[in-house]
């Protein structure tokens, strides 16, 4: 006797019976792509936007029959000083003179002597003093002043964040051993010819405040070996 299979054949859907035995050389993947694709409730895209339209409106800057200006309007250029309404520090340099400097406060350094602006605070700077010798540059031109020059960051905290340090008539190298002290102390620095280092301190100063930014300079009239007297 022959066993029987309990195996059911697989029903086929009625529509894909249909569609096959309509169609019996359309290949299986265009059936099955229609079956699945097939929505009556979607609208198609022509339904959705007809074509044509539009997806943005523009409006014109002017109006027909409107003239242009024939001048521009004036600037005023004092709207666009963000600092103009920010005090200026009493310790900024007004004047850089030959043997000294003139300050905002009406403090005036003169007798060849440098300055030293820290925290709001003025200070006769002398660093050829510290170094026994009116030599600033070392043989290699560098600025070269020893490590007591800078004794004052060692009695104040919190120390400013950067030391603008002002060559006198023209700009040098700082000495590694310079930089290096300084850099110990955490302070970062910026080394330009005294006139710039004017300039600088008096926009950082009053930007970031005296309390970040200090400043140490040597007269403009300074020459190595005499001094600026």
């Known amino acids: 006797m022959a066993a029987r299979s309990f195996m059911r054949p ?87 003179m030959y043997d000294g400097f003139g300050l905002n406060s009406g403090v005036t350094i003169s007798d060849g002597n440098g300055v030293m602006l820290v925290d709001g605070e003025v200070f006769n700077w002398r660093p050829w003093e510290a170094k026994g010798s009116m030599n600033l540059a070392n043989k290699k031109g560098q600025f070269d002043i020893p490590a007591q020059s800078f004794a004052l960051f060692d009695l104040i905290w919190p120390r400013p964040d950067l030391l603008i340090i002002g060559t006198g008539p023209s700009i040098m190298p700082l000495s590694p051993e310079t930089r290096r002290h300084i850099s110990e102390l955490g302070i970062r620095i910026e080394l330009l010819d005294t006139r710039n280092a004017a300039a600088q301190f008096n926009l950082l100063a009053t930007e970031r405040g005296v309390s970040d930014v200090a400043a140490a300079m040597i007269p403009v009239g300074w020459k190595d070996g005499v001094g600026a007297k």
């Open 10 to 96: 697989c029903a086929v859907p009625r529509a894909l019976r249909q569609a096959l035995s309509q169609a019996p050389n359309a290949p299986s993947r265009s059936v099955f792509t229609a079956l699945r694709s097939h929505n009556p409730t979607s609208p198609s895209p022509r339904q959705v936007l007809p074509f044509g339209r539009r997806l943005f409106h523009t409006v014109p800057s002017r109006r027909k029959g409107q003239e242009a200006p024939a001048h521009a309007p004036p600037t005023d250029f004092g709207d666009l000083d963000v600092l103009a309404d920010v005090p200026i520090p009493s310790t900024s340099v007004d004047v850089c």
